[in-house]
């Protein structure tokens, strides 16, 4: 898929992701960083149908992050397996040098970390003019005046709720009020802004992140971990912070 047909195909494919903002609805995006990497296409194929709006695709370099994960070759790969959109947490050094392999490789959605960009507001702007959804990720110990002027520009706001590298870690409470702050800022700056999670997101920690004001919950050992399935796993999450 070249990057020219992207957005048609972005279009036809998924017209409601990211349409949450018009109506109210949380989104959940497993991440495969937690599935049998043994049988990924199944993992990711597993997930249509489950009640997740999209895969979430962790990449790592070994440099960023102390862990290696998988690059564009993956993503490209797992496409043809799911109807659901892909958006890819690239956890890289250096991330404006893969943009357009990711948009080749058929990312929906790319976050990089403002922390791994020297020009942020650069690789924002490249994001986007390759024709898909541009994310900003930014660690625990980040704080959200690292994106204050980027603000307006973002589509995604990635708050890590545990230093990314690995799956299955606990969740940082102390992120609750960065999530509220943000949510506060978005409605200020930018009322369509996502604000997603990433981190120790199960049906104790869901409930409590969305009342703070996030929108897209990541979840990747909650998810592909659970004894019954992504299926019901993905529909305790929800039934989790609906309830709340
Ligand atoms: C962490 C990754 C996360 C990870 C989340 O570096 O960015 O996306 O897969 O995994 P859990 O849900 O197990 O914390
Ligand atoms: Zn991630």
Redesign the pocket.
């Known amino acids: 898929m070249s990057a020219v047909d992207w957005p048609a195909t972005r279009d036809t494919r998924n017209p409601v992701v990211y349409e949450m903002q018009k109506n109210n609805r949380v989104q959940i995006f497993p991440?495969?960083?937690?599935a049998d990497f043994g049988n990924l296409s199944k993992a990711v194929t597993s997930l249509d149908g489950s009640g997740a709006d999209a895969v979430?695709c962790?990449t790592?370099d070994g440099r960023y992050?102390p862990?290696i994960s998988f690059g564009p070759m993956v993503v490209k790969a797992i496409k043809p397996h799911t109807s659901l959109p892909l958006c890819c947490?690239l956890?890289i050094e250096e991330p404006e040098n893969y943009i357009d392999a990711f948009v080749d490789a058929g990312a929906f959605e790319i976050s990089v970390h403002a922390e791994a960009c020297v020009h942020l507001h650069r690789v924002i702007q490249q994001i986007k003019a390759a024709g898909v959804l541009a994310g900003v990720?930014l660690n625990p110990s980040t704080p959200l005046c690292m994106v204050e002027n980027v603000f307006s520009d973002m589509d995604m706001l990635l708050v890590?709720?545990?230093?990314?590298?690995?799956?299955?870690?606990s969740?940082i409470p102390e992120m609750l009020p960065k999530i509220a702050m943000a949510r506060q800022m978005a409605n200020e700056l930018n009322p369509d802004l996502n604000i997603a999670v990433?981190?120790?997101?199960?049906v104790k920690t869901a409930p409590e992140v969305v009342r703070a004001g996030a929108n897209i919950l990541?979840?990747?050992?909650?998810?592909?971990?659970h004894p019954e399935g992504v299926k019901q796993a993905c529909a305790e999450l929800r039934s989790a912070f609906e309830d709340a």
Do not use: C, E, K, R
Request: proline share 3%; glycine share 20%; aromatic share 8%.
């Open positions: 991440s495969i960083l937690a979430h962790d790592m992050v862990n947490h956890m990720a890590m709720t545990v230093n990314p590298g690995f799956g299955g870690q969740f990433d981190g120790g997101i199960d990541i979840a990747g050992s909650s998810v592909f971990g």
